[in-house]
């Protein structure tokens, strides 16, 4: 079964300032899609980005990156410029082949102003 | 627009009832998803369903059943409720395909508590 596992239950970052969010995933398959999501306290869950494994090329959404390591199953999440709004939980998500979306324990940002 | 609706937001439960949670989706979407996160966790899949008439067990589906007549509708069924079941629980969908556009929508969730 596939596994997603993120290892900073929290983390904290200067506004203005870029932090990176970590996760990695456990697969035997080759074709996947690997997905971001942030909760903010409002509790509603808001995609941030997405990637395709097939892609090489890493996604970037404004102020949001990603670096994806196929080998390494590793798919880390860089905020850059980092603002107020930022701070939330976010989720780092897997859907393969079974069509099952397996979600990390997530990572508590918190921005210092 | 609606997007997924989950019914109701709240809900207290005593120990041994029954419920039904509501969630309905007006985007046409062919899949559909149960999720629980108990607090400061992450998202457990209970069920998920490719179809109308398609349900299949996720990571966690014990003491949960689910069914699926329509495409708009998957109600989620909590059976002899336990306190091991408060949680918020959230409903999501997606459209049939491939690719990095067919990502979930979730509803605002349903926070149940059982005493």
């Known amino acids: 079964a596939q596994t997603v596992t993120q290892s900073q239950p929290e983390m904290s970052v200067q506004e203005a300032e870029t932090v990176t969010l970590s996760c990695t995933y456990d697969?035997?398959?080759?074709?996947?899609?690997l997905f971001w999501y942030k909760q903010p306290p409002s509790r509603q869950m808001i995609l941030v980005i997405r990637q395709e494994a097939y892609k090489q090329q890493n996604a970037t959404e404004n102020r949001f990156s990603v670096n994806f390591q196929k080998a390494a199953k590793s798919f880390s999440l860089k905020i850059s410029d980092s603002q107020l709004g930022d701070a939330a939980m976010y989720f780092c998500a897997y859907r393969g082949g079974d069509d099952k979306i397996i979600f990390g324990k997530g990572t508590r940002l918190h921005i210092l102003p | 627009n609606a997007g997924v609706t989950q019914t109701p937001k709240f809900r207290i439960l005593k120990i041994g009832q029954s419920m039904t949670l509501q969630c309905t989706q007006d985007?046409?979407?062919?899949?559909m998803y149960w999720y629980r996160q108990d607090p400061g966790m992450g998202l457990k899949l209970i069920y998920y369903s490719v179809g109308a008439g398609i349900t299949d067990k996720g990571e966690v589906p014990n003491g949960y059943n689910v069914s699926r007549s329509t495409t708009e509708d998957f109600p989620l069924r909590l059976e002899l409720a336990a306190p091991s079941q408060t949680s918020v629980y959230f409903c999501?969908?997606?459209?049939?395909?491939?690719?990095?556009?067919?990502?979930?929508?979730f509803g605002q969730g349903t926070r149940l508590t059982v005493v």
């Open positions: 985007m046409n979407h062919n899949y």
């Open positions: 999501a969908s997606r459209r049939q395909g491939s690719g990095t556009s067919t990502e979930a929508f």
């Open positions: 697969t035997s398959e080759s074709d996947y899609y």
